[in-house]
């Protein structure tokens, strides 16, 4: 069953990559200039113009192009990039581990944390502490990302001294180092999907906790927090996995002011670059991944939904 | 703030808003820059955060258009030519330079006993390769049309470059000096890996990231190559970069904000390096159409500008009062007996009378890719124009695509232009009648002629005589309103020495790498 529901995601994600890499390509051939142009500025005279598109290949029409680049692709090869002219994976692959590194140390850190707030919320529904974490929650996604990174900055880089405000990693750094590094955009990630995942966990076991089951399982003398972890959350985990995973996915493709704000090489800068000197083969690749990482997470989670449902594991 | 003391020094001079000051403190500043010179010190890493560095950039000297980029290839390479603190050309690779008949033919010594990093001796020939790079049907380097004047190079012997022009150019040396015409190896093309002759031999680099280079222990030129190591870093955020400047993770960065250049007083263990320069942002009025084919509007439009609260306001005074032509006061050639066009409403509503305008509606094209803060200059122009009855309706447009969309083709529009060592660079690049820049359209044949003679003569004082009316001749007639010259601003760590301000450009002229030194 849950085989044949995954196969079945998996099609409607590979159809869904091609729509998304079609409806790319269409989006940057609208825009205004070329990567031509875009190279050159100010300096765009016609002959340069030329030159340049006569170099990379790009006199042929649209369609030509992107047939040319499916082709590619299919062979596994993500083309060369316009600008640099070394192939794409040259500098994607170590901006992708380095997007998934900090992405990673970010889930690690507010995953658990968002969940247990959570629950802590729940369980002390409406009383102080549910107040005091659920006005902290809201207060930190209500601050704009870059705006909490410049706040961390100030406060724990400027004035304190204890993190860099620059997160410079680099091949060979060891991981305590590393991890060092990555505090100050981490904590900032942290903040900014903690909220979201932390408020979904309060609402899914507080509807849980309402129902006659708990009830009965309070009146036989259970212990609250024994009723939230054994009773409660099991049954509540559908819409919290599908929050984490939608989070999740945040962590590596909407990263990108947080990656300007501390100078941090993955993958948003790479894609802003790309765009803005309309270089279609990094484009391509660079949103395809995204649309991968979110295919995929989507996909583990109603994975997740199913395994955690008896109603849907076993269906009539 | 701790203004840097020859920054300062120099800018008050050259702003020569107080004549008599400027005038004292001249011996004083020429005494500090000897004094300065004398003792830099070895050793130590170097750590850099520039902006101006994208993920597509290249070491390809043909592909230098940004900061990052051009600051890496100054410090691995040497051009011919180096332009000095104080606008000069002085000897590079190319030890002296001299023409026999009247600037046509050009002879440059080249020096001798220099290596590459990969320790090929460098010869003649790797020059004529490199200069090459940027000239004939193929290339596709911004260089290109600033060597078009060049018929032949030759190496004439093994330390020597014969250069023959299709008309004579007495600014040849000048040429040579843009940071583009570096010299590689002759048939060297793996730019990833660029070597050169320069202070530091590349060591990494990962574009729009960052770059690290080590020392080369043979570097030829006196004190310079001071430190060890050098990392750079890509910081394109403004914010970002100034933190990490404060905090002391780098020691120099590019392009303070001038909005926030006052909060670095705060912080005692920074200091400002202000260099007076010729990059300026003309507002834009294209001659060859409607409306500003006629010359009274144009003079209605300069005549309802505030050059005082431009420079006050939009560059929070790092900059100067432009005077609608593109020579700054910097420059040995400006012309001081040209009084500054005053701000006079009064004048503007004389010329719109003469237009047959009582007044007159114009759309002002502005976008923060001519310069940050160029919306905001545009809307000031606005509230001034006012009152000359000129109605400024102010549409500003995304920056992404602007210089294909807007610019040259919007009759009213603003851009930017570095400033160029010498007059001749400036007005044959933007303009001459021919030039493919000349992004106003404006085209006298009378100022062509007198650009043309004006460059093949080598006497100081007669070529200055032409450039001082061809100045006037923009002033009065061009299409460009140049209301402000831009200042760099650059910061410095406290133990950074030899940041020396610079005319050309930012991180003095792209060579801070090798010139900085570090105190213990």
């Not at chain 1, 993190?163 to 410079?168: K, Y």
């Not at chain 1, 049954?235 to 941090?264: K, W």
């Not at chain 1, 000197?277 to 989670?301: S, T």
């Amino acid at each position: 069953m849950i085989f044949k529901l995954a196969l079945r995601r998996l099609a409607l994600g590979v159809i869904t990559i091609f729509v998304v890499s079609v409806l790319i390509f269409s989006v940057t051939e609208l825009l205004p200039g070329d990567v031509a142009t875009a190279i050159l500025g100010q300096g765009a005279t016609p002959e340069a113009v030329a030159e340049i598109h006569r170099e990379l290949d790009l006199d042929h029409p649209a369609y030509v192009r992107y047939g040319r680049w499916l082709e590619g692709f299919l062979k596994g090869d993500f083309g060369n990039s316009l600008t640099t002219n070394e192939p794409v994976s040259v500098q994607l692959v170590p901006r992708l581990m380095d997007t998934l590194a900090l992405a990673g140390l970010a889930a690690l850190v507010a995953v658990p944390l968002a969940i247990a707030l959570g629950l802590l919320a729940a369980i002390f529904e409406d009383r102080a502490l549910d107040k005091i974490i659920s006005t902290f929650s809201l207060a930190t996604i209500s601050v704009p990302e870059f705006f909490m990174g410049y706040l961390l900055i100030i406060i724990l880089a400027t004035n304190l001294q204890l993190f860099p405000s620059l997160a410079l990693v680099e091949p060979g750094m060891g991981i305590f180092e590393r991890v060092y590094a990555m505090a100050l955009p981490a904590l900032t990630l942290t903040f900014v999907v903690m909220a979201h995942m932390m408020r979904m966990t309060r609402a899914a076991v507080i509807d849980v906790l309402q129902r006659p089951y708990i009830e009965m399982a309070r009146l036989k003398g259970i212990k609250p927090w024994r009723i939230v972890i054994q009773h409660a959350l099991p049954n509540a985990l559908g819409p919290i996995v599908t929050v984490v995973a939608l989070n999740l996915a945040y962590l590596v493709v909407g990263v990108v002011v947080v990656e300007v704000v501390f100078v941090y090489p993955g993958m948003g800068q790479y894609l802003v670059d790309a765009v803005s000197k309309r270089d279609m083969p990094v484009v391509q690749a660079c949103v395809l991944i995204f649309a991968l990482v979110y295919v995929l997470l989507n996909l583990l989670a109603d994975i997740v939904g199913i395994l955690a449902n008896p109603r849907l594991r076993h269906p009539r | 703030m701790r203004l840097d003391r020859r920054g300062f020094l120099s800018s008050t001079a050259l702003v020569g808003g107080a004549g008599g000051l400027a005038a004292g403190l001249a011996p004083s500043f020429l005494l500090s820059d000897s004094a300065r010179a004398a003792e830099p010190k070895k050793g130590g890493t170097l750590k850099l955060g520039i902006a101006g560095g994208s993920s597509t950039d290249s070491l390809d000297p043909r592909t230098l258009t940004d900061s990052v980029p051009t600051t890496i290839v100054s410090a691995i390479t040497n051009a011919l030519v180096e332009i000095d603190a104080k606008g000069q050309a002085t000897p590079e690779l190319a030890t002296s330079w001299a023409t026999a008949d009247g600037a046509k033919t050009w002879v440059l010594k080249l020096k001798e006993g220099v290596a590459f990093h990969n320790g090929k001796a460098f010869e003649a020939e790797d020059a004529v390769y490199s200069i090459n790079l940027h000239r004939g049907e193929n290339t596709k380097s911004p260089a290109k049309s600033i060597l078009s004047g060049i018929a032949d190079i030759k190496a004439s012997g093994p330390h020597e470059l014969t250069v023959t022009l299709t008309e004579p150019n007495a600014d040849l040396p000048y040429i040579f000096s843009d940071y583009h015409l570096v010299i590689v190896p002759k048939d060297f093309t793996d730019w990833a890996k660029l070597i050169g002759t320069g202070a530091f031999k590349l060591e990494s680099f990962q574009p729009g990231v960052r770059a690290s280079g080590v020392r080369n222990p043979d570097y030829w030129k006196a004190g310079r190559g001071n430190v060890d190591r050098f990392e750079l870093t890509v910081i394109n955020d403004g914010t970002a970069r100034l933190n990490a400047l404060i905090s002391g993770q780098i020691d120099v960065m590019n392009r303070i904000d001038r909005k926030t250049v006052q909060l670095l007083q705060r912080a005692p263990t920074v200091a400002i390096v202000r260099s007076t320069s010729g990059q300026h942002y003309p507002f834009l009025m294209l001659c060859d159409r409607k409306p500003f084919d006629d010359n009274n509007l144009r003079l209605a439009v300069k005549y309802g500008i505030d050059r005082q609260q431009m420079v006050k306001t939009i560059l929070n005074g790092f900059g100067t009062e432009g005077n609608d032509h593109p020579i700054s006061p910097a420059n040995p050639y400006y012309n001081s007996e040209l009084p500054i066009r005053p701000y006079d409403p009064d004048k503007s509503k004389y010329y719109l009378k003469q237009a047959g305008m009582a007044d007159f509606k114009v759309t002002l094209h502005t976008s923060d890719a001519a310069y940050a803060g160029a919306p905001d200059a545009a809307v000031l122009y606005r509230a001034q124009a006012k009152k000359g009855n000129v109605l400024v309706d102010v549409q500003r447009d995304p920056a992404d695509g602007y210089w294909d969309n807007i610019w040259m083709k919007q009759p009213f529009c603003m851009s930017y232009w570095m400033g160029r060592p010498v007059p001749d660079m400036m007005f044959s690049t933007a303009y001459a009648s021919d030039a493919s820049w000349n992004d106003s359209y404006w085209k006298r044949p009378a100022f062509d002629k007198m650009l043309v003679e004006a460059r093949g003569i080598t006497d100081f004082d007669k070529r200055k005589a032409i450039y001082w009316d061809l100045q006037k001749m923009v002033h009065e007639d061009g299409g460009n309103m140049i209301a402000t010259f831009a200042d760099f601003v650059d910061g410095r760590g406290a133990k950074v020495e030899g940041f020396e301000p610079h005319p050309s450009y930012e991180l003095s002229n792209f060579r801070i790498i090798e010139k900085a030194w570090l105190k213990a």
